[in-house]
C-alpha cells in the first residue's frame, strides 16, 4: 500500500498569515493527489485534485503543487472558516489512502 | 446540486450484519463511480470500497475484503454495502462519496452527511 505522510501534524497560525501543508507519498503517485478540508462534525470538502486543480467554488486563496511523491497545499490569506483538518490522498492506485491529516488552528 | 444521503447504520453486536444503502440525485448516477469511505472515532478518513458506473470493477480495502460486498442499483441511484462479520474495529462514520469528475476517478468530489455504525456487545 502506499503510505501517505504529511507535515505538520498540527499546527497555529493568525488571521492573514500564509501556511503550507506537505504531503509526501512512499512511491509515486504522478499527479493523482487530492486535498480535503474537515470541520468537527463534517463530511470532508474536496479543496484540490489532480495535484493542483482547484475544486469548484473553492476560493483561490487556496493552492496546491507537486508531482510523484512530494505535493503541497499553501492557504496565502488566512481566514477564521480555514480552522479545520486537512487531508490529502492519493488516488493512483488501489488502496487508495489518506493522509493522517493535519489540524490547522486559527 | 449533488445530494447523497446515507441509511441503515446503527448499532450491533460483533459478527452481526448490516446494508447501508446510499441515494443519489442531482447528477448522472450511472454515469459515475461511487465509493464507500469511513472514519472511526477521533480518527482519520479510511477508503473502504470502490464500484464503478456498470458495476464492471469494485474494489474494498484489505481490512474489509471478504467480508463487506458493494453493489449498487443504477435504475434506483443507489448503491449499497452489505457489511458481515462486523468487527468492533469497524465501527465508524460511514460516508457514501461521489468521484469529483468523470475521468477523474478516486477524488472524492461529493460526500453524504454519514451514517454511524457502532460494533459493540
Known amino acids: 500500500d502506499i503510505q501517505m505522510t504529511q507535515s505538520p501534524s498540527s499546527v497555529s497560525a493568525s488571521v492573514g498569515d500564509r501556511v503550507t501543508i506537505t504531503c509526501r507519498a512512499s512511491q509515486s503517485v504522478i499527479t493523482w493527489l487530492a486535498w480535503y478540508q474537515q470541520s468537527p462534525g463534517k463530511p470532508p470538502k474536496l479543496l484540490i485534485y489532480s495535484a493542483s486543480t482547484l475544486h469548484t467554488g473553492v476560493p483561490s486563496r487556496f493552492s496546491a503543487s507537486g508531482s510523484g511523491t512530494d505535493f503541497s497545499l499553501t492557504i496565502s490569506s488566512l481566514q477564521p472558516e480555514d480552522s479545520a483538518t486537512y487531508y490529502c490522498q492519493q488516488a493512483n492506485t488501489f488502496p487508495y489512502t489518506f493522509g493522517q491529516g493535519t489540524r490547522l488552528e486559527i | ?121
Not at chain 2, 32 to 56: C, D, F, H
Request: include cysteine.
Open chain 2, 1 to 121: 446540486e449533488v445530494h447523497l444521503v446515507e441509511s441503515g447504520g446503527g448499532q450491533v453486536k460483533p459478527g452481526e450484519s448490516l446494508r447501508l444503502s446510499c441515494a443519489g440525485s442531482g447528477f448522472d448516477f450511472n454515469l459515475y463511480t461511487m465509493n464507500w469511505v469511513r472514519q472511526a472515532p477521533g480518527k482519520g478518513l479510511e477508503w473502504v470500497s470502490s464500484i464503478s458506473s456498470n458495476s464492471n470493477y469494485i474494489y474494498y480495502a484489505d481490512s474489509v475484503k471478504s467480508r463487506f460486498t458493494i453493489s449498487r442499483d443504477n435504475a434506483r441511484n443507489s448503491m449499497y454495502l452489505q457489511m458481515d462479520s462486523l468487527r468492533a474495529e469497524d465501527t465508524a462514520v460511514y460516508f457514501c462519496v461521489k468521484d469529483v469528475v468523470r475521468g477523474v476517478i478516486g477524488s472524492f468530489g461529493s460526500w453524504g452527511q454519514g451514517i454511524p455504525v457502532t460494533v459493540s456487545s
